[in-house]
């Protein structure tokens, strides 16, 4: 009896990271449809962008308040250069483009269209000098080829629609007018300009990956607060924006509707749980782990869009994931094969909610230090206890300021 309770809890602790994964990307694709069905309803992108970022800002600053407001690293004129441009990058540039290719796509294909983000990390990294190439070795030549197959996958999902392929369940689903994705009626043109923009939003997403890597040497042991300092700053780049796009003051105006679900969920779950649980997950299994089972929420949307959105799915887009899909894979093995042979990866990989384009940013809390820290603070606790209680007199241990349990 005791060896099958043992073996039903080792199964569950080792069952955890899949749970917690698959969890996430059933978030990710729940953000994807409500947020499909918000932009439907005519909400505008810049302002839900406005406001994804504040509930995110107003979520996880208590939390980097509370466990790390101690050693913050002074914010100088280079560094605040580096925030500014990261929040431009990720909450401003992604997510307004990504928002208006979902609203000229569909769910399914933007999803489809952000797993090309390793490979765009890897080709950015190679321009940028922060990846080295050896086309002698496998491992680079199964990231190359990874990236070429993704990018052509990309190029036919942008080029060609193809026929439309009928879901057997789709035929009995019959939902609400308001959360229909018209896709039969979306001109090539429109689908055309919404692949640009998708690309240009996960070029951008790349993009803070990559330099992300000079703000996270600053900010190693502050994780929370670098992720609270984006979403703030891009709260605040975000309003500019909206000002200058939106004219009207109506475009503001959000009541208890789908709306303001469309932008809680996506601050609350996608870009503050998912941050949490994901760091865990990279923590204990690596990012190669995680970003694994981006596919899987592509799928997940498309089931879930055809039978909330009665989104039509076509065959060029099937094709084009199917590439995509098998791309990332390489680049995720040549990636795990360069990490096994050296430990020391000189980018963090990517992981996008991984691609429910949310704002979780890929930081790895450190963890392990922090409880190494309170187990000695405890620990000196415990002694200086120890001598209060004791009859003769001793000289008082000094406490190093450096053992001091972070709040």
């Not at 050896?134 to 990309?154: E, H, P, S, W």
């Not at 704002?359 to 200086?384: F, G, P, R, W």
Request: charged letters at 15%.
């Amino acid at each position: 009896m005791k060896n099958q309770l043992g073996c039903c809890l080792k199964f569950l602790e080792t069952s955890k990271p899949y749970f917690a994964m698959i969890s996430l990307q059933f978030g990710y694709a729940g953000m994807n449809i409500i947020t499909k069905v918000s932009l439907n309803r005519g909400m505008s992108h810049y302002v839900l962008v406005v406001y994804r970022h504040a509930f995110a800002t107003a979520v996880i600053a208590p939390f980097a308040f509370i466990f790390e407001r101690r050693g913050q690293p002074r914010i100088t004129f280079p560094i605040f250069l580096q925030l500014f441009v990261l929040a431009l990058l990720g909450p401003v540039i992604d997510q307004n483009f990504y928002y208006a290719g979902l609203k000229f796509t569909s769910p399914t294909f933007s999803c489809a269209m952000s797993n090309m983000l390793p490979a765009m990390t890897f080709v950015m990294a190679v321009i940028f000098r922060m990846e080295k190439l050896d086309l002698k070795k496998v491992r680079c030549q199964a990231k190359m080829v990874g990236t070429a197959v993704t990018v052509a996958g990309a190029m036919l999902m942008t080029l060609y629609k193809g026929p439309i392929l009928e879901m057997f369940w789709s035929k009995h689903v019959h939902p609400r007018k308001s959360y229909v994705t018209d896709t039969t009626g979306t001109t090539d043109k429109d689908w055309f300009k919404g692949s640009i923009l998708l690309i240009i939003a996960t070029l951008a997403w790349a993009s803070l990956f990559v330099l992300q890597t000079k703000a996270l040497e600053t900010y190693k042991k502050h994780q929370l607060s670098l992720t609270s300092m984006i979403c703030f700053i891009g709260t605040l780049q975000a309003i500019a924006v909206t000002f200058v796009m939106e004219h009207k003051s109506s475009v503001w105006r959000i009541g208890w509707d789908m709306n303001l679900l469309a932008a809680a969920y996506a601050g609350i779950v996608t870009s503050s749980i998912s941050y949490y649980v994901q760091g865990l997950v990279i923590k204990k299994k690596g990012p190669v782990f995680a970003t694994a089972f981006s596919p899987l929420m592509m799928i997940i949307v498309a089931i879930m869009g055809s039978f909330i959105l009665a989104e039509k799915i076509y065959l060029g887009g099937v094709v084009g994931s199917v590439l995509i899909v098998i791309g990332l894979y390489s680049v995720l093995w040549g990636k795990h094969k360069e990490k096994m042979e050296d430990s020391d990866e000189e980018i963090p990989d990517p992981v996008k909610g991984v691609q429910g384009n949310g704002n979780s940013i890929a930081i790895i809390a450190d963890i392990e230090a922090n409880e190494v820290e309170l187990q000695k603070a405890e620990a000196n606790n415990t002694v200086s206890a120890m001598v209060i209680s004791m009859p003769m007199p001793m000289p008082e241990l000094p406490i190093k300021a450096s053992q001091e349990p972070k709040a």
